[in-house]
């Protein structure tokens, strides 16, 4: 699925990237979050609940990270 987003999403980007933090520590810090939820999730999947959208969610996370900051695609 692909929307465009608001002019109001865009200029909230691009506040938050400009003052919060910048897109290569937003990347990496995706990064880290999902590594340790995968390490939680492959030690508690069977009682996990929602685990069908897990996998889901991990690639949208990961993609996002991919976007921000490319570091599986360097050759």
Do not use: H, W
């Amino acid at each position: 699925m692909t929307k465009s987003l608001s002019k109001e999403t865009e200029t909230r980007l691009i506040d938050f990237f400009t003052n919060s933090i910048n897109p290569k520590d937003m990347a990496k810090t995706i990064r880290q979050i999902n590594y340790i939820l995968s390490l939680q999730v492959m030690k508690d999947f069977e009682t996990m609940p929602g685990k069908n959208n897990i996998e889901y969610n991990f690639y949208c996370m990961n993609r996002l990270a991919e976007v921000l900051d490319p570091y599986l695609d360097v050759e």
